[in-house]
């Protein structure tokens, strides 16, 4: 922001903070630096990209104030400390998964050792055959292997992982308290949501509600492990970020739980691009690092509302939610409500 004068700079704020009242846009330092730099019409990007989410949206949610401000008006020290502490939490997530997935690993081997011991003592008392003996050996071999290449897994992620905290922790300098970013799949996170529906709410421009959930995704960590779970949000988040091209904003609100909001688009609208997520996701193909193994057996259930104008926060989301319901009680991997 250059040096304005005491006059103008009073007549700058009389224009920016009835426009910050008008879209519930906090009063903080950033966002009246971007409203600021918006009513003084000093960077073309940020007014225009303000004006497209106004045209888009209805309104300029809070969260979208803090993704222009790191776009427009933050210098590249602020950007680089934001995108440095987003790297740390992915890499810790990440790292935590791996964990989780090499102590399950050590577990099922112990059942294969005390299985294995079993065995041996009744060999004591009945005696075991030969190829029940081979058997037996081959079990423990295996076993042996697959705790073995799990932590040589989990132990060259650890060694790379304190090389990048050591690097991360020179230009950590601060983190922001109130992040609206998912750090795991990139897209807004449940802070983020609450904002902007709440903020839709007040404006009365029209929107609908896509939720979406992916099916079984335990029976994937469990079967899988947690790092495959981890790949298979990214991959959605991924399908759902290129699917939101005409306004459309996705979240990450929950574990596997994500939401699309549609400005200015009706049930019907909403439910088509429902179903042809529902279709993107249903050919995608992952990779398990771990067994070299490709997963296509993936799918979501969604759920579809629109805005009414007696709708608040609890009955739009208790309505959407009850949608998401229906749609995994008849078999899940569909679009619920079914027809219109």
């Known amino acids: 922001m250059s040096k304005d004068s005491f006059t103008e700079a009073s007549a700058y704020l009389k224009q920016a903070l009835p426009l910050m009242i008008k879209y519930q846009i906090p009063t903080t330092p950033t966002n009246y630096a971007v409203w600021y730099t918006y009513v003084a019409q000093r960077n073309p990007g940020l007014s225009q990209a303000i004006d497209d989410s106004i045209r888009q949206q209805g309104h300029c949610s809070a969260h979208t104030s803090e993704r222009l401000y790191q776009q427009h008006v933050a210098d590249e020290a602020s950007q680089s ?20 997935d090499t102590l399950s690993d050590t577990g099922q ?45 989990f132990t060259s992620q650890l060694a790379e992982a304190n090389k990048e905290i050591a690097e991360l922790k020179q230009s950590l300098a601060k983190s922001r308290e109130l992040a609206y970013q998912d750090a795991l799949t990139g897209l807004l996170n449940r802070r983020a949501f609450d904002e902007a ?18 099916d079984h995704f335990k029976r994937l960590n469990d079967q899988y492990g947690h790092l495959f779970g981890d790949q298979v949000l990214k991959a959605l ?60 057996r993936i799918t979501a259930s969604f759920g579809v509302t629109e805005f009414k104008p007696s709708d608040d926060y609890e009955t739009l989301m208790r309505r959407v939610d009850d949608q998401l319901y229906q749609a995994k009680a008849l078999g899940r991997n569909r679009v619920m409500p079914m027809s219109l």
Do not use: H, W
Not at 81 to 96: F, N, P, R, V
Not at 197 to 214: A, C, E, K, N
Not at 274 to 283: D, H, P, Q, V
């Open 109 to 153: 081997f112990q059942q294969v050792l005390e299985n294995s011991f079993a065995k041996l003592t009744r060999f004591e008392s009945e005696g075991l055959s030969i190829e029940e003996t081979t058997g037996l050996v081959r079990e423990l071999i295996q076993g042996s292997r697959d705790i073995s290449q799990s932590t040589r897994l």
């Open 197 to 214: 529906l709440r903020g839709y709410l007040t404006s009365d421009s029209p929107f609908s509600l896509v939720l979406m959930d992916i």
């Open 81 to 100: 400390i934001e995108q440095t502490k987003l790297s740390l939490e992915a890499m810790l997530l990440e790292l935590g998964a791996t964990m989780a």
């Open 237 to 296: 988040a991924r399908r759902l970020s290129e699917a939101c091209k005409d306004g459309e904003v996705a979240y990450r609100i929950g574990g596997e739980e994500m939401v699309i909001v549609l400005p200015k688009r009706n049930l019907t609208v909403a439910r088509q691009f429902a179903e042809a997520l529902r279709r993107a996701i249903e050919r995608l193909s992952i990779m398990d690092k771990r067994s070299g193994e490709r997963v296509s």
